[in-house]
């Protein structure tokens, strides 16, 4: 009865998308909150109602039962992902099996009521691994998609996947993941690693206007973390090294040529901070002492103190005094 009732539901919110949304579906309310009241976000979540409608139904009366439901299905995909390793077949694009899984999943993980119980999480990081998500969220998927994304990133609590969410995002040229990550810089709360990832994040999707963004985290010597490359000795991160890579890209150079190690992808438009990082401090500082100069010598320079060439067209001081107006 319970089915018959829901199927019913699901085909008046498709049947015409210009009239109201049929009380009584679960989750219907948020999900288009989020998507915007259309056509395709209509036909998207009654695909994923029609697939996973035990969740969203939990998700109003017991959170914590959805949330076990969400575990399973993260435990299930990861174990087919395990198996994959094992019989040769690797493969990460499989994983997620359509439009109503990635919906699931985005939907379900920015849903604060099953995220205080933070179950089934912990093995959701290989989602991000495949062309799945990629190809649902950038400019040939959807757009109701690319919305629940958007809201699944600001909202992310660990930082772990809201880091490969911004990865993610930079990839795939997800512009609209811009203002997020404007917000999240401007957050005192938001730890170091997040930050850091978030900061890379605008060497795609932002311009060299934001280099002004940066410049506050350009003087943060907060070690972000540590890493060895090979017989290279051992790298330091700091957050101010992780900005100063940031601030070269959008500035439109090579992080090679001030220091940044290159030999395992470093000077390739990393989107990890730990290729940001220096063998010593003197490295470091020396890089840091290059950039202030060029940007010293390259921004902020004020367009009306440039000395006029032979195409600026004179003051008005300078001119011919202007004829007197004919007489009519």
Not at 180 to 190: E, N
């Amino acid at each position: 009865a319970a089915a018959i009732e829901r199927n019913e539901k699901l085909a008046l919110l498709v049947k015409d998308p210009s009239a109201p949304p049929p009380k009584g579906l679960a989750g219907l309310e948020r999900f288009l909150k989020i998507t915007g009241d259309d056509k395709a976000a209509r036909e998207l979540y009654a695909e994923l109602m029609g697939i996973h409608h035990l969740t969203l139904e939990a998700a109003e009366k017991d959170p914590r039962k959805a949330a076990e439901y969400f575990q399973q299905f993260c435990n299930e995909t990861y174990n087919k992902w395990e198996m994959t390793i094992r019989t040769g077949r690797y493969s990460t694009d499989n994983l997620l099996s359509g439009k109503a899984d990635i919906a699931y999943f985005l939907f379900v993980s920015a849903d604060t009521r099953l995220r205080q119980n933070d179950l089934g999480m912990g093995r959701s990081g290989i989602f991000f691994n495949g062309n799945s998500i990629p190809n649902a969220i950038g400019d040939k998927g959807s757009p109701a998609m690319r919305k629940l994304f958007l809201d699944w990133l600001e909202n992310e609590p660990q930082t772990y996947l809201q880091s490969q969410g911004f990865s993610l995002a930079a990839r795939a040229g997800v512009k609209e993941a811009l203002p997020v990550a404007l917000r999240l810089l401007d957050k005192k709360s938001q730890d170091r690693y997040g930050l850091a990832q978030v900061l890379l994040s605008l060497t795609k999707l932002g311009t060299k206007e934001h280099i002004k963004v940066v410049e506050k985290f350009l003087d943060d010597k907060t070690e972000v973390g540590r890493i060895n490359f090979g017989n290279g000795g051992p790298h330091t991160i700091q957050m101010r090294d992780v900005a100063l890579g940031t601030a070269i890209q959008l500035a439109g150079q090579k992080t090679s040529d001030y220091g940044f190690d290159s030999r395992f992808g470093g000077g390739g438009n990393q989107l990890y901070y730990y290729y940001y990082g220096f063998v010593d401090d003197k490295s470091r500082e020396d890089a840091h002492a290059k950039w202030k100069k060029w940007a010293a010598e390259n921004l902020n320079k004020d367009p009306a103190a440039k000395t006029p060439d032979a195409k600026t067209p004179p003051k008005a001081s300078e001119k011919d005094p202007p004829k007197p107006p004919e007489k009519k």
